[in-house]
């Protein structure tokens, strides 16, 4: 490619982001507000705030089909559609269509994709925990893959920094492994939820505590609050949850300081060998196809965990015939998710004259009590539960025998509490759990594809034994009847919680990432979205993909400013 | 279903809702409206021929008549499953559902010696009581016919707009949570 001079200089930057969900738009705002005139790359489409959600004040009725999607557009979505809540016709605008958007599969992995400006950000389940001490010793202490290069306390103050931006409710507990958030007021349990938080900590010494969400319990920043109507995914009119869309891109566009580039998918990162550091990135234009390079000092990569990686592995050159910073072989592997879908439901013959008004977006939570203290398992980490207390609505009638006004009567009032727990645990880095790229088959932006090698091991699969057992066990001892258990691990990727596949650690022949989140062997190269992850935890991790990516941009800038990249 | 309201693009709305005739948009009332489409393949309905959207039809009303509030027809529910069925249900389950909505048929036939919308309606609920009593003690792989009905019937009633507003509550923006008030104060169950 011949560029001329002021096209260079038209193209060159401080620092480049790639990609602008929950740590791209981190990336964007820090970066931006620290002065770098930045330029901001999405592979999908601009969506803006409020102006961009076509769906956000659809009434149920006004969805045709029950919000499902015909099974023509079905066939588009064969991947997507295996969450079972995705793609509905209220948000199908959100998901990728597997049939533009290819990967192979050695073994089943889910990959639920969004593509356009704000990225997942959009759809996430908002629940935000800290890791604690504990998640960060946890490799080291028993052996397992690498040692985290940081401890807790070098991301607490940067989660302290995100939340008070962020704005997370929830209620603080002192827990050590579970460390609080700089809290926005908590939701409210309701009866049924208080009824077994009193009776697990009596009968188990086990915590419930109400969901940490960034869902916005007042006003905060010039947003929310939410209005209950937990239509989140479908893009918020009031600003009630953090995205991308609604917090971090406009602060940053607000600085003048950002440039944003949507349909830019970006080929690979470009390597100067005679300076020994990466100095752009190649942008193939989505619509025209045309490759452009823009230049920079310091590139941020946050295209989602499985995209960073194909970026990085893409990004060959002579000192990195294998990709990017794989000095280690470790680049793709050491895939994780959250293994879940495994828990209990109960219903309780109690608070009959009770109900609710409003549609809270959150539920409970458990914190992790397995494997800690003098608790000794059959297997390492441990899990937390969501979930929560509801009453019967009308679906009841289905499996009734009444017909006709006696059915009417039936369903016009709530049936029996409800309380359902659904655990969430860790998956061990393992590093036969990996991707790889198949440079023959092409997407239609002649990109290569995606090859997903992963599953769960023995240790998740001993795991969720205790994670069935455990929750039966504290609604049968609360009382609650009727209790039935379920368990379908489905497949890698279902949690949509895709990590580490570029792990940071402190020895480059096992690592990708330094404890600055710096490519081992090019420093002027931050990535900080899920690849980054040495281990899970087993709490929701947009959280500290924010902090993380906050105290990278700090440390990027001090850099820079040293003339050290 | 007020097509003004709904925002669904015009040509939806009138498969949805309607019929062209000539070149002029002929909006029917639902209540009676497919009963009086008897051929196979008539148009307006996506999947079922006029006899099958008949018998829906009477399904339909049983199962949630209009009484004080309105009922499946008033909500235009038979159009839904017909929609349902035909678009979002995959060949195989269309064929399933198609299948078993003969079945039941012919079980009114084998006990009532008449199709089942030509039995009275104290004969007809008690067949449609019967069939689902079997259905619910009937451990089964696959939903039963009757089933599958019954939640497409309830799902396309309880989330119309004269559905979640008339036997059930419903607010797109409640504006506030309280996790425990007395039932009164709401009244009725949610219908979202």
Redesign the interface.
């Known amino acids: 490619m011949n560029l001329n001079t002021k096209a260079k200089q038209e193209n060159t930057y401080d620092a480049i982001v790639v990609g602008t969900g929950i740590s791209g738009g981190w990336a964007a705002k820090e970066l931006t507000e620290k002065g770098l005139n930045t330029l901001v790359l999405e592979r999908g489409r601009d969506v803006e705030h409020v102006k961009d959600y076509p769906t956000m004040?659809?009434?149920?009725?006004?969805l045709?089909?029950?919000d499902?999607?015909?099974?023509?557009e079905q066939q588009h979505y064969e991947k997507q559609l295996r969450t079972g809540y995705t793609v509905r016709e209220s948000t199908k605008h959100w998901w990728v269509k597997d049939t533009d958007q290819p990967y192979e599969e050695v073994k089943r992995f889910d990959w639920i994709r969004g593509y356009h400006v704000g990225g997942r950000s959009i759809m996430w389940g908002r629940q935000s925990y800290r890791l604690s001490p504990m998640d960060f010793e946890a490799n080291a202490k028993e052996g397992i893959a690498v040692d985290w290069p940081i401890r807790y306390e070098d991301l607490a103050p940067w989660y302290s920094h995100v939340e008070k931006f962020a704005g997370i409710s929830g209620e603080a507990l002192g827990l050590p492994q579970l460390p609080d958030s700089e809290f926005l007021p908590p939701?409210?349990?309701?009866?049924v939820?208080e009824y077994l938080r009193d009776s697990m900590a009596k009968k188990f010494n086990r915590v419930l505590t109400i969901g940490r969400t960034a869902n916005l319990s007042r006003a905060h920043n010039g947003r929310g609050p939410c209005?209950?109507?937990d239509?989140c995914i479908r893009g918020c009119p009031y600003a009630g949850y953090f995205s991308s869309n609604s917090a971090t891109l406009p602060a940053a566009k607000a600085t003048g300081n950002m440039t944003l580039r949507p349909h830019s998918v970006v080929d690979s990162v470009i390597y100067d060998e005679e300076k020994g550091k990466a100095v752009g990135v190649r942008v193939i234009d989505a619509n025209t196809l045309e490759v452009q390079e823009y230049y920079s000092k310091i590139i941020f990569l946050n295209a989602s965990c499985m995209n960073t990686t194909l970026i990085m592995m893409n990004s060959r050159s002579r000192r990195f015939p294998e990709g990017l910073g794989n000095d280690s072989g470790e680049l793709g592997h050491n895939v994780m998710d959250h293994h879940f879908r495994v828990g209990a439901n109960g219903s309780i013959d109690q608070?009959?004259?009770?109900?609710?008004?409003?549609?809270?977006p959150t539920g409970i939570y458990i914190p992790r009590y397995r494997n800690i203290g003098s608790d000794k398992r059959n297997y390492l980490r441990g899990f937390g539960y969501q979930g929560g207390g509801s009453?019967e609505?009308?679906?009841r009638?289905?499996?009734?025998?009444a017909?006709?006004?006696e059915?009417?009567n039936i369903?016009?009032?709530?049936g029996s509490w409800t309380m359902g727990l659904l655990a969430f645990g860790e998956v061990l880095p393992d590093h036969s759990n990996h991707v790889k790229l198949n440079f023959e088959k092409r997407d239609k932006w002649g990109q290569p594809t995606l090859v997903m090698d992963c599953e769960f091991k023995e240790n998740e699969y001993k795991m969720r034994v205790d994670m069935k057992n455990d929750a039966a066990e504290m609604l049968e001892e609360a009382g609650f009847k009727n209790v039935t258990t379920y368990d379908d691990p489905g497949a890698m990727g279902l949690g949509i919680h895709e990590m580490g596949t570029a792990r940071m650690g402190r020895d480059p022949k096992t690592s990708v990432l330094n404890r600055w989140n710096q490519v081992h062997a090019c420093k002027n190269v931050f990535v900080t979205d899920g690849a980054c992850m040495t281990s899970a935890g087993c709490q929701n991790p947009s959280l500290t993909y924010m902090a993380m990516t906050a105290r990278a941009a700090d440390y990027a800038v001090k850099e820079l400013k040293k003339g050290n990249l | 279903m007020d097509t003004k309201k709904t925002g669904i693009n015009r040509r939806e709305a009138i498969k949805r809702t309607g019929l062209w005739v000539g070149g002029i948009f002929i909006a029917p009332a639902f209540a009676g409206f497919f009963k009086g489409c008897t051929p196979a393949g008539t148009q307006g309905t996506v999947f079922f021929s006029g006899s099958q959207m008949e018998l829906l039809t009477r399904m339909c009303d049983l199962l949630i008549p209009s009484t004080a509030t309105p009922g499946a027809l008033d909500a235009g529910v038979p159009a839904f499953i017909d929609r349902m069925v035909g678009e979002v249900y995959s060949p195989d389950n269309r064929t399933k559902f198609a299948e078993g909505l003969t079945s039941f048929d012919d079980g009114a036939v084998g006990a009532y010696s008449k199709p089942f919308t030509e039995l009275d309606e104290s004969n007809q609920i008690q067949y449609m009581k019967s069939v689902t009593e079997t259905a619910l003690n009937t451990y089964n792989e696959e939903l039963a016919f009757i089933l599958i009905f019954r939640d497409l019937c309830l799902t396309g009633f309880c989330l119309s707009e004269q559905g979640a507003n008339s036997l059930l509550r419903y607010m797109q923006t409640p504006g506030k949570y309280e996790p425990c008030m007395p039932f009164e104060e709401v009244g009725k169950t949610w219908a979202t």
């Not at chain 1, 004040?57 to 006004?62: G, L």
């Not at chain 1, 499902?68 to 023509?72: A, H, Q, R, T």
């Not at chain 1, 009638?397 to 025998?401: F, Q």
């Open positions: 004040f659809k009434e149920p009725w006004e045709p089909n029950n499902k999607i015909s099974y023509e939701m409210e349990l309701n009866c939820e209005q209950y109507r239509l608070f009959n004259d009770r109900y609710y008004w409003g549609k809270r009453r609505n009308w679906t009638g289905i499996r009734e025998l017909v006709g006004a059915l009417k369903i016009s009032v709530p």
